[in-house]
């Protein structure tokens, strides 16, 4: 497995951006897919973003879809989410995860990733 350490969650007011970061260790970045989850208190967790190993294929959650990016940086092993027009909804503790070695398309499906990070928080005023 590898370990993921999120940061950048915090309290914005509704219509602000928040960028979070996901550092991975453990294993060639390059190699697996990644995916940002997202649980609201009393919801399930949901699909928020995913990107192929390589970056050239993302997909989004329709909640996420136009406001939010998913973007990773392999020489630095970090994948990020930017999060734009937020609102009060968005509110929620977000995970990154990983798919396993070798991995490489991106997906919504969670049983397909096998590391997740702690999560942040994420708080949205309104």
């Known amino acids: 497995q590898v370990q993921l350490v999120e940061s950048g969650g915090g309290l914005v007011q509704a219509g602000g951006s928040l960028r979070l970061s996901c550092a991975a260790s453990?294993?060639?970045?390059?190699?697996?897919?990644m995916g940002w989850f997202r649980q609201a208190p009393g919801k399930e967790r949901e699909f928020v973003a995913t990107?192929?190993?390589?970056?050239?294929?993302?997909d989004y959650g329709d909640a996420v879809k136009g406001r939010f990016t998913i973007s990773r940086d392999n020489s630095k092993n970090t994948v990020y989410l930017q999060m734009n027009s937020l609102k009060p909804e968005d509110t929620a503790v977000y995970y990154c995860?990983?798919?396993?070695?070798?991995?490489?398309?991106?997906?919504?499906?969670?049983?397909?990733?096998?590391?997740w990070g702690q999560g942040t928080q994420v708080t949205v005023s309104s």
């Open positions: 995860a990983a798919r396993r070695w070798g991995r490489y398309i991106a997906t919504m499906r969670e049983s397909e990733y096998d590391s």
């Open positions: 453990g294993r060639a970045f390059s190699s697996y897919a």
């Open positions: 990107i192929s190993s390589s970056g050239g294929s993302t």
